[in-house]
C-alpha cells in the first residue's frame, strides 16, 4: 500500500532539530515526508521559489506541513490545500507577538508593529487544520490568546536529535578538577542568564565549582558587563560553536543549566537546552515552571529551583554537587 505523502513547506533550516524531529515523528506516523523548501531571500523570492517547486507536487501530496518560521506563508498554503481540499499543517512552534513584544521586548504593545505581530499569529494559527506547538502549557496559552479550539492544536515536545547528543564517555573539554555548571544558549531574555551569574557569585567561595557558559545574543554584552561588576573568577564565557561540538562540552560538564528568567513565555516552555543534556545523561538544573513537569521529575532528569531566585539556583547547585 502507498503512504500518503507529507509535504514539507517553507524555509526551515532543514539540518535545526526541530525540523529533523518532526520528519521522524511523521515517518514513523506512516507518512513519505517530501520537500518543498527554499533557500530563496525576500518575500517574493521565497514565494517564487516555493511556488516552482509546489507545482512538481501538487497532483500527490495529501498534507502541506508549513514549516516553523512560516507565518507569512500561511496565506498561500491555504489557498494551495483548498483546491482540492488538502490537509494544512502548521507548526507554529511559537508565537511571534508573545515572542518579539512580551518575551523579548523588542518593540511596545503600544507599537502598531506589535498588533500586526498579533494579527498574524492569529490568521496564521486560524488557517490551519492542525497547529503543532511544543507543551500542553503552551497550547492552554494558544487557545486563550488567539481563540483556538484545543482539538486543532497537536503537542509536539522539542526533543532532541539522538544521533547526535547520546550519552558517552566523559569528555575533558571543561576547567579540570571543578565540578563544571555549563550554559549553552542564545542569550535571550527568558533563559535569566543573569540568575545563573549571581549564583555564582554566591558560590564565589566554593572554589571547586565553576561556571562556563556557551554562547551569544541579545544579553551577551549586558550580561559580560554584569559578571566584569560582579568580578566573577569563577566563569568563564565561550562564544557559539558548530552544534556538532555541544555533546561534546555536555559530556564533560557536571550538570547543565536551563532557563531561569520571569516571563510568561519561560513558564510555558521545555527547552531544547533540557532534551540535549538530558540526552547525553547530563543531569540538569532549571527553573521549576508550568512546561518541566510535562515530561521530567524533579531529583531524576532535573534538579528544579525556583524561578528568577539565584539562591535557590544555588542551593540546587549544591544540592547536585552533594548528591
Not at 525540523?19 to 520537500?35: F, H, I, Q
Not at 518560521?69 to 490545500?81: D, E, N, Q, R
Not at 557558559?213 to 559580560?224: A, P, W
Not at 532535573?302 to 547547585?317: E, K, P, Q, Y
Request: charged share 25%; hydrophobic share 40%; with cysteine.
Amino acid at each position: 500500500m502507498q503512504k500518503p505523502i507529507l509535504l514539507t513547506f517553507g524555509f526551515p533550516d532543514p539540518n535545526s532539530p526541530r525540523y529533523r524531529n518532526l520528519v521522524d515523528l511523521y515517518e514513523s506516523e506512516g507518512w513519505e515526508v517530501r520537500e518543498c523548501l527554499t533557500t530563496a531571500k525576500g518575500f517574493l523570492g521565497k514565494h517564487r521559489d516555493l511556488m516552482k517547486q509546489f507545482k512538481k507536487h501538487k497532483k500527490e501530496y495529501s498534507a502541506l506541513l508549513v514549516n516553523f518560521p512560516g507565518y507569512y506563508l500561511m496565506p498561500i498554503a491555504w489557498w494551495k490545500t483548498r483546491f482540492p481540499r488538502k490537509q494544512l499543517i502548521f507548526d507554529a512552534f511559537i508565537s511571534i507577538s508573545d515572542t518579539l513584544v512580551s518575551d523579548r521586548k523588542k518593540i511596545s504593545w503600544l507599537n502598531p508593529l506589535a498588533w500586526f505581530y498579533y494579527l498574524a499569529d492569529v490568521v496564521s494559527t486560524h488557517l490551519a487544520d492542525e497547529v503543532l506547538i511544543d507543551t500542553e502549557a503552551h497550547k492552554k496559552f494558544f487557545t486563550k490568546r488567539f481563540f483556538l479550539s484545543a482539538k486543532r492544536i497537536r503537542v509536539v515536545y522539542v526533543g532532541t536529535l539522538k544521533d547526535l547528543f547520546s550519552p558517552g564517555p566523559k569528555e575533558n573539554k571543561l576547567a579540570e578538577g571543578k565540578f563544571n555548571a555549563l550554559f549553552i544558549g542564545s542569550y535571550i531574555p527568558l533563559q535569566g542568564i543573569e540568575h545563573i551569574l549571581h549564583a555564582a557569585k554566591i558560590l564565589g567561595d566554593q572554589t571547586d565549582i565553576h561556571f562556563t557558559l556557551i554562547g551569544n545574543g541579545q544579553t551577551y554584552k549586558e550580561m559580560t558587563a554584569l559578571a566584569a561588576e560582579l568580578e566573577l573568577s569563577n566563569v568563564t564565557f565561550l562564544d557559539f560553536m558548530p552544534l556538532a561540538d555541544l555533546p561534546h562540552y555536555l559530556r564533560s560538564c557536571d550538570i547543565a543549566l536551563g532557563i531561569f528568567g520571569t516571563s510568561d513565555k519561560a513558564n510555558r516552555v521545555i527547552p531544547h537546552k533540557v532534551y540535549d543534556a538530558i540526552g547525553c545523561g547530563v543531569p540538569v538544573i532549571t527553573a521549576s515552571n508550568l512546561a518541566i513537569g510535562e515530561k521530567f521529575t524533579d531529583g531524576k532528569e532535573v534538579f528544579l529551583c525556583r524561578t528568577g531566585d539565584a539562591n535557590s539556583l544555588s542551593r540546587a547547585i549544591l544540592r547536585a554537587k552533594n548528591g
